[in-house]
């Protein structure tokens, strides 16, 4: 369960939760839902507010390990020091 903050226009109050699914893979996570609520002002209930909306979402995260991305600058020969600040490469440190 994935929940939004409370969001508040005027005096309408809405969270949104959406119910998710978490897949680990050996290379990739991937989280998918196609089951959101929204829940607040009696007003969501009154308009029947979740019965007027579809809900798809798919997201995958990927990621290089040190160990990978050490092999793969010593075989290209390239050096953190050596490469610009374009925004082409970025290499996180956690």
């Known amino acids: 369960e994935l929940v939004v903050p409370e969001i508040t226009f005027f005096n309408l109050t809405l969270q949104p939760v959406v119910l998710c699914t978490v897949q680990p893979m050996e290379d990739r996570v991937v989280i998918f839902s196609d089951n959101c609520y929204l ?14 909306f579809d809900f798809r979402v798919s997201c995958t995260l990927t990621w ?11 075989q290209s020969g390239e050096d953190e020091s050596d490469t610009e600040d374009t925004g082409r490469k970025n290499k996180f440190r956690f």
């Open 39 to 52: 829940r607040g002002s009696s007003f969501i209930e009154k308009t029947r507010l979740n019965e007027r």
């Open 64 to 74: 290089n390990d040190e160990q990978n991305l050490v092999a793969a600058d010593v």
